[in-house]
DNA sequence: CTGAAAGCGCTTACAG
DNA sequence: CTGAAAGCGCTTACAG
């Protein structure tokens, strides 16, 4: 009742690779390569130090690591997305750094000008590696930068990724087409789009899928049903308007964002329109904005928060590499989205 | 322009408990009692170290000291607060656990009746103290039941602190007593109010401080100026209807949170009011929505970031002297609020 | 009130 | 391909 914090009895395991080094028969130096990743290990000798680490559960203490080789540092170069992407990101990156015993850095930038002293300020803060997340992912000047000074990178969220370059992200294209089909599924024809900001590689793409997906259906995209848009609310304020103002009206509007998508909502609530009675109307990313307005929005699930565990992963096991001298190739990771169906969408007239 | 994560060079400072000992003339034990804040050791000396760790630039090494004493883990207790106070809440308190070293266990309940098997899960995992923000600080029977188990805890936004448990929150009363003077010195005299969820202590005080700052300037409140609001977006879509459904209309809304005053401004716009130009809309928190609706809100900032930085340092302090055996009586933090004045509000009629 | 010694769990040269 | 030894920076008993 009282002993909470034995000492010595700290968390889950509580296995060492000097446990692991008996049970397997060779010595915590061969367990510490298996676990790094080191080439230098015989399959034989690995396997059975695997079978070790499995059968004592072992994980390895992240704070005597990070005692030894000095705490990794892991930079966030980020530019002025919406506040809800922006805290999902940063949850995921922060609680994977915690997992690995790293730290996070955070560095705002803004313009592409100010991108150069912001990269300059994170390596002086001592960072072994950055994170690009959008819109700086898709400025091939700052994965340039970034390139030249041998600086391990990882793009997040980046619709058209360099090869060159390490990038997590979903299929924007599959997921644009997965919810016009949804949209169709539900009867409707006449649907309008609003586009996200021209400079973001996924606005494109998603525009992209919406037309194509309508043209295989046989129906054709009027030029006055889509609507230019920046990804944010007010943007969303204004192409609503326009959308709404048309008349016969559209019976549903796809917002590439969930930000756009509230202002529509909050548009055609102005006009007494129902939703979804009179109107459907679906968003993408689903941030927290989505549960936030109502009725709550159908939306495509981005897993921001996931993207950034697995791109401080990759960007850690990149750093650990580049350290041992060893050359490791950009990984990609395309991660799974998901169609979430909730309130503001409905059937079609 | 190669080396930039040269062996040794890490992070700023370098310096050890031994180059602090050496400057100072002691043993590396006795810079460790000093910097752990142990009682035993003589002014003099205390002094001694002080001056070397400011000369030498000293921070200590988290990495080293948790390989050593094992990592401590906060748990975080919550439940269903809005998204956005708890990204800015879970930000703060990640940043703060990375600096301490410390990992944060994350567990969500829902009804108090889960609450009780949520703080069974956070001991399996280990948690060395908790985390309480609201609506949890706010049950007495939630602090009783982490009392009986001795488990040290900070209550993070509480507006009615208990004695006995340490808290961190911002002036809740004055907060709203300042927004309302605000609104009064833009000339506004009819102002309607909407509360926030009766069960969160917060709510009550913003009330109360709105009624008695329009009472002393000489203005009555009248019943149906007050809606009923939960926190929730949608209860301040229902109550701004109500509220601009009144013959005259008031000529600014207090909304008791963001959430509901973005809701406001939705319903405004529905009925072709111009904000800040018709109706002047105000809200409290300075969450993200604020700058996400247009026009922007005018608020009261509540520092949620810096607040669980806070809750978290006095959480490890707490953990530390339990750990040691030193008895710490429970502290309390004000933390100062600011008023930011945005787009929504503006002149009274 | 203060210190010498040992150890937290891991990894880095250095050998073989 | 594999291992014995030393050390990362800090703190915990144990003495004095």
Redesign the interface.
């Known amino acids: ?2 002993d ?2 034995k ?2 009895e ?3 395991g509580g296995a060492t690779v000097y446990d692991v080094a008996r049970l397997a028969g060779v010595s915590a130096m061969t367990v510490s390569r298996v676990i790094n990743g080191n080439v230098h290990v015989s399959e034989a000798t690995r396997d059975k130090v695997l079978a070790a680490i499995s059968t004592l559960k072992y994980q390895v ?4 690591r ?2 030894r080789i ?2 990794l ?1 892991v930079g966030l170069l980020y530019s002025n997305p ?3 992407f922006l ?2 990101l ?2 995921g990156a ?2 994977q ?2 997992q690995n ?1 790293a ?2 850095l955070l560095e705002r930038c803004d313009g592409l000008s100010s991108q150069r002293r912001a990269i300059e300020r994170l ?1 002086a803060e ?1 960072a ?1 590696g950055i994170l690009v997340p959008p819109p700086l992912c898709d400025a091939p000047e700052a994965l340039r930068q970034l390139d030249e ?3 391990p990178c990882v793009a997040v969220a980046t619709a058209r990724p360099v090869s060159s370059v390490a990038a997590v992200r979903i299929d924007d294209y599959e997921g644009a087409r997965t919810m016009t089909r949804y949209l169709l599924s539900l009867g409707h024809k006449d649907i309008a789009f609003i586009k996200g900001d021209p400079e973001h590689t996924p606005a494109q793409l998603r525009y992209q899928a919406f037309v194509t997906t309508m043209e295989e259906a046989g129906l054709a995209v009027p030029p006055q049903r889509v609507a230019q848009g920046l990804f944010t ?2 943007s969303g ?1 204004a192409a609503a308007r326009n959308l709404l103002a048309q008349e016969p009206r559209p019976s549903a509007i796809f917002a590439s964002n969930d ?1 756009m998508a ?1 202002a529509v ?3 055609a ?4 329109l129902q939703v979804p009675e009179d109107l459907t109307v679906c968003g993408f990313d689903d941030t ?2 989505a ?4 009725p709550e929005l159908t939306t495509i699930h981005q897993p921001i928060g996931d993207m950034a565990r697995v791109a401080v992963d990759l960007l850690v096991d990149q ?1 650990r590499c ?2 041992a001298g060893e050359p490791r190739q950009a990984a990609h990771r395309l991660l799974p989205y998901t169609l979430v169906a909730r309130e503001s969408s409905g059937g079609g007239a």
């Open positions: 009742m009282d909470v914090n000492q010595g700290r968390g889950p203490n992240q704070a005597a990070a005692a000095g705490t540092r919406s506040a809800a805290s999902a940063l949850v922060m609680d750094c915690s015993g730290q996070l390596i001592g072994d000074i041998g600086m609310y007010r304020l930000d509230a909502i909050a548009v609530h102005g006009m007494h927290p904005v549960t936030t307005v109502w750093i580049r350290r």
